[in-house]
């Protein structure tokens, strides 16, 4: 079945510790996002990438890195510059380019501060 | 500024009426998008919009796109408890860079 996989679905982060979220696709597609989600919030977009090896800020990229050194893989670090990281992570991925831009979304990772 | 605007952002309402949600939009929309999130979920696509006039249905839902009045809406029929749900709207816009630009979402309970 063709789909984006997220884990873990919960991670914990201990202060100042930098934790990694995994993001895969099996679905070809070129480009791939991160969202972060707060309660009763909306979407706000932290990086994407439209193919390998490039990636771009996105609103509140401030704290987080990611690479791109495959087409199915978009791991995004959340690293202890993030003062309030504690929310929902999103990771989506469409098939590129100006007529290919429904994103679909994996299923979350829930990330706690300790 | 792109903005995508949401309204209303809170709507409860009856198993049986009908009701519509809007998402005004701040400038040309190349495209508009429909998304569901149940409460603890991840999103699921519901529809896309391509051009002015455009209108898609799936069963009690109907969105379509008014690209003169910068308007999308989002009209449910006879309403079932099981479309309570979160219902955002994002736009792909000129200036966007093809990124999406989200609405804040509107949260729906639907009552037996």
């Known amino acids: 079945d063709g789909g984006i996989t997220q884990s873990p679905k919960y991670l914990f982060r201990k202060e100042g510790q930098n934790v990694t979220l995994s993001c895969e696709q099996n679905l070809n597609h070129d480009a791939m996002y991160w969202y972060r989600q707060d309660p009763g919030q909306g979407l706000r977009l932290i990086y994407y990438?439209?193919?390998?090896?490039?990636?771009q800020k996105g609103d509140i990229a401030e704290g987080y890195s990611v690479s791109r050194e495959k087409k199915e893989s978009f791991p995004l670090t959340v690293t202890s510059a993030q003062k309030n990281p504690t929310a929902f992570y999103l990771c989506?991925?469409?098939?590129?380019?100006?007529?290919?831009?429904?994103?679909?979304f994996g299923p979350g990772t829930r990330l706690l501060v300790l | 500024e792109l903005k995508v605007e949401q309204n209303p952002l809170f709507l409860s309402m009856q198993e049986g009426k009908n009701y519509t949600i809007y998402c005004n939009y701040s400038t040309t929309s190349d495209r508009l998008y429909w998304y569901r999130q149940d409460p603890g979920k991840s999103l699921e696509s519901l529809f896309v919009l391509l051009s002015n006039g455009a209108v898609k249905q799936e069963g009690r839902l109907m969105a379509s796109l008014d690209t003169k009045a910068r308007l999308s809406t989002l009209h449910i029929t006879a309403a079932v408890h099981d479309l309570s749900a979160t219902y955002f709207c994002?736009?792909?816009?000129?200036?966007?860079?093809?990124?999406?630009?989200w609405g804040a979402g509107t949260k729906l309970i639907i009552k037996p």
């Open positions: 989506a991925s469409s098939i590129g380019g100006r007529d290919g831009e429904t994103q679909y």
């Open positions: 990438s439209q193919i390998v090896n490039d990636f």
């Open positions: 994002a736009g792909i816009f000129m200036d966007s860079n093809y990124q999406l630009i």
